[in-house]
């Protein structure tokens, strides 16, 4: 099984920026579509970016053109720079393979993402 560990969140100012890092376990990283996801309290997990084996990329409107997804193969890890942070970003942020599993055992902790002046 795949694990995964986020990290990267922290406080910021609204129009900053934060760079989360997922590294993953397991030799299907390669060849795995993996995204990013995020949930605000009391709201349902959205996807925010995903990006495929040949590094094509697809991101949520709300974050489009602020925010970018990469990944680094060789050492199983993927990224999201995120700028221009706005007060409707604030979430936990969460890697894996997408579409996102429905079991809730195959999700890491995920990071903390918080925006505020």
């Not at 099984?1 to 969140?9: A, N, P, R, T």
């Amino acid at each position: 099984q795949v694990q995964l560990v986020e990290s990267g969140g922290g406080l910021v100012q609204p129009g900053g920026s934060l760079r989360l890092s997922c590294v993953a376990s397991g030799s299907s990283f390669r060849i795995d579509t993996m995204g990013w996801y995020r949930q605000a309290p009391g709201k349902q997990r959205e996807s925010v970016a995903r990006i495929d084996r040949i590094y094509r990329t697809v991101y949520a409107d709300s974050v489009k053109g602020r925010f970018t997804i990469s990944r680094d193969n060789p050492r199983n890890t993927m990224y999201l720079q995120m700028n221009s942070l706005k007060p409707e970003d604030p979430a936990v942020y969460y890697c894996n393979t997408h579409p996102g599993p429905t079991d809730a055992r195959s999700w890491g902790q995920g990071t903390q993402v918080t925006v505020s002046s």
